[in-house]
């Protein structure tokens, strides 16, 4: 094509104008897996990712100039997901323990916790995971707390002379929860924002303890990613500093966690 200029520009294709040749590169996609039943942090509304970490990966993705993708995946796939590649990082209200920190490395972003949900039809309401003795409790599967439950189960429970906590994992959090409501088990445990959305929603169910497994929630990328893990950390950083995120934050009655808080949940203390 003699005498044609060739400008070259971020878009999708390419393009011929008045004599001139516009070649157009597709904006690259950062591919973020989550577990889209798990409202209010992570849901569809009109197959539309939605809730707390689609809008805070939507402003990532912006300060990255990428186009966010977001891959429904059940929960406790996410782990292998993100170490077969499926996609680029995990977004989906996942908890800081030591020993997802063996399989993934993290960028802690938010802090949450998990309280005890019962039927609000029963005079039952546990107070502290030692009330859970000689009960059966729901949890979405994978959990943060599970390994916690067993061992005060193991050390607290039996050693007393009580009967074990019968833990029983579900794909989801709503089957967890309504298998509370259906008489299947006794109580749950989730996190604080999806107990009361579980409990308006349903309007069966309540809760019935303060916070009782403190968490700190971060994004999982594969280790030795260390290119993307930069780029995210500082995307993140940048995030953490606007008015929007700070009023996101306000919205979901969480907060940013402090460097002691992101140390202690490494190692398993907080």
Same mark, same amino acid.
């Given at each position: 094509?003699?005498?044609?200029?060739?400008?070259?520009?971020?878009?999708?294709?390419?393009?011929?104008?008045?004599?001139?040749?516009?070649?157009?590169?597709?904006?690259?996609?950062?591919?973020?897996?989550?577990?889209?039943?798990?409202?209010?942090?992570?849901?569809?509304?009109?197959?539309?990712?939605?809730?707390?970490?689609?809008?805070?990966?939507?402003?990532?993705?912006?300060?990255?100039?990428?186009?966010?993708?977001?891959?429904?995946?059940?929960?406790?796939?996410?782990?292998?997901?993100?170490?077969?590649?499926?996609?680029?990082?995990?977004?989906?209200?996942?908890?800081?323990?030591?020993?997802?920190?063996?399989?993934? #490395?993290? &960028?802690? %972003?938010?802090?949450?916790? *998990?309280?005890? +949900?019962?039927?609000?039809? =029963?005079?039952? $309401?546990? /107070?502290?995971?030692?009330?859970?003795?000689?009960?059966?409790?729901?949890?979405?599967?994978?959990?943060?707390?599970?390994?916690?439950?067993?061992?005060?189960?193991?050390?607290?429970?039996?050693?007393?002379?009580?009967?074990?906590?019968?833990?029983?994992?579900?794909?989801?959090?709503?089957?967890?929860?309504?298998?509370?409501?259906?008489?299947?088990?006794?109580?749950?445990?989730?996190?604080?924002?999806?107990?009361?959305?579980?409990?308006?929603?349903?309007?069966?169910?309540?809760?019935? #303890?303060? &916070?009782? %497994?403190?968490?700190?929630? *971060?994004?999982? +990328?594969?280790?030795?990613? =260390?290119?993307? $893990?930069? /780029?995210?950390?500082?995307?993140?950083?940048?995030?953490?500093?606007?008015?929007?995120?700070?009023?996101?934050?306000?919205q979901y009655s969480v907060s940013v966690p402090d460097a002691q808080e992101i140390d202690s949940a490494l190692k398993g203390t907080l």
């Amino acid at each position: 094509m003699k005498g044609i200029k060739r400008i070259t520009i971020t878009i999708a294709s390419v393009l011929t104008v008045s004599g001139i040749a516009i070649t157009v590169h597709a904006a690259d996609t950062l591919r973020i897996g989550t577990d889209l039943t798990y409202p209010p942090y992570n849901y569809l509304v009109k197959h539309k990712a939605s809730g707390f970490d689609a809008e805070f990966m939507r402003m990532v993705a912006e300060q990255l100039n990428e186009e966010p993708k977001f891959m429904d995946t059940r929960f406790a796939n996410l782990i292998m997901g993100i170490n077969l590649n499926k996609f680029d990082v995990i977004a989906s209200t996942l908890y800081v323990t030591p020993a997802r920190a063996k399989q993934i #490395s993290y &960028i802690p %972003y938010m802090k949450t916790g *998990g309280v005890i +949900l019962a039927p609000l039809s =029963s005079t039952y $309401e546990p /107070k502290d995971v030692t009330d859970l003795c000689g009960k059966r409790v729901s949890s979405i599967q994978g959990a943060a707390w599970i390994q916690k439950l067993n061992q005060v189960s193991a050390n607290q429970c039996v050693k007393q002379g009580l009967e074990k906590i019968d833990v029983r994992e579900f794909p989801t959090s709503p089957e967890a929860s309504q298998a509370v409501i259906a008489g299947m088990v006794d109580a749950q445990i989730e996190d604080a924002a999806v107990a009361k959305e579980a409990a308006d929603k349903s309007g069966k169910l309540h809760i019935t #303890s303060p &916070i009782v %497994y403190p968490v700190v929630v *971060g994004l999982g +990328l594969k280790k030795g990613n =260390s290119k993307l $893990e930069t /780029k995210l950390k500082d995307a993140v950083a940048a995030v953490e500093k606007t008015d929007k995120f700070k009023a996101l934050l306000k919205q979901y009655s969480v907060s940013v966690p402090d460097a002691q808080e992101i140390d202690s949940a490494l190692k398993g203390t907080l």
